[in-house]
């Protein structure tokens, strides 16, 4: 379930945006102090083609933030990231991005959604890839991390995808739900194939 990030959750998510493995993945790697999250935080409340949830599981607990920007009024388009938290089940992106896709076809009437991802970023490639995102190119060594330069990987899905998008998500995500209902939710889940 997504819902807007609001004030209370502007300090639960400073943690999660600071994880080592959360910011490996992002543009931005530095860690974030306190000031620049509460003046990102605020420059993100302000900007309309911006949308930031919480994401909660079916139990309700936040697992992880889900965003919309650089969205195109005029163009049905918009942008598309997430991020679990770092302590979040094993699926919970499967999850987060069925979500998300749901709300801009089916809410927002989006025409076009789009992402980039960094390649290092291979469990994110793989799960765009799998759920039926299209690969649209690769901005070759575009991005330093620190060390090395990365490519970017650009996914698009379009409103006339959506539906077999749809169907593949939901039939991925009963399988997952059966799994979680179970085992113990401390053994990760078998990987799905």
Same mark, same amino acid.
């Given at each position: 379930?997504?819902?807007?990030?609001?004030?209370?959750?502007?300090?639960?998510?400073?943690?999660?945006?600071?994880?080592?493995?959360?910011?490996?993945?992002?543009?931005?790697?530095?860690?974030?102090?306190?000031?620049?999250?509460?003046?990102?935080?605020?420059?993100?409340?302000?900007?309309?083609?911006?949308?930031?949830?919480?994401?909660?599981?079916?139990?309700?607990?936040?697992?992880?933030?889900?965003?919309?920007?650089?969205?195109?009024?005029?163009?049905?388009?918009?942008?598309?990231?997430?991020?679990?938290?770092?302590?979040?089940?094993?699926?919970?992106?499967?999850?987060?991005?069925?979500?998300?896709?749901?709300?801009?076809?089916?809410?927002?009437?989006?025409?076009?959604?789009?992402?980039?991802?960094?390649?290092?970023?291979? /469990?994110?490639? $793989?799960?765009? +890839?799998? *759920?039926?995102?299209?690969?649209? &190119? #690769? !901005?070759?060594? /575009?991005?330093? $991390?620190?060390? +090395?330069? *990365?490519?970017?990987?650009?996914? &698009? #899905? !379009?409103?006339?995808?959506?539906?077999?998008?749809?169907?593949?998500?939901?039939?991925?995500?009963?399988?997952?739900?059966?799994?979680?209902?179970?085992?113990?939710?401390?053994?990760?889940?078998?990987?799905?194939?």
């Amino acid at each position: 379930m997504l819902t807007p990030l609001t004030e209370e959750d502007r300090d639960l998510i400073l943690p999660w945006r600071n994880a080592p493995e959360v910011r490996r993945a992002m543009y931005s790697q530095h860690e974030i102090t306190e000031e620049e999250h509460r003046a990102w935080f605020a420059k993100m409340r302000a900007d309309s083609t911006r949308e930031w949830f919480l994401y909660r599981d079916e139990g309700g607990v936040p697992q992880g933030v889900v965003y919309l920007f650089d969205w195109n009024r005029d163009h049905g388009t918009a942008f598309w990231g997430f991020y679990a938290q770092p302590k979040a089940p094993p699926g919970t992106g499967l999850f987060m991005e069925e979500d998300l896709l749901r709300y801009a076809f089916e809410d927002l009437r989006l025409h076009k959604l789009c992402c980039e991802v960094l390649a290092s970023n291979w /469990q994110v490639v $793989n799960l765009h +890839e799998m *759920v039926g995102c299209k690969k649209e &190119g #690769v !901005l070759r060594q /575009q991005f330093w $991390n620190g060390q +090395e330069f *990365v490519d970017i990987v650009r996914f &698009g #899905v !379009l409103q006339d995808e959506w539906p077999s998008v749809r169907d593949y998500l939901f039939g991925r995500l009963e399988k997952l739900r059966s799994i979680r209902k179970g085992k113990d939710q401390s053994t990760p889940p078998p990987k799905l194939s």
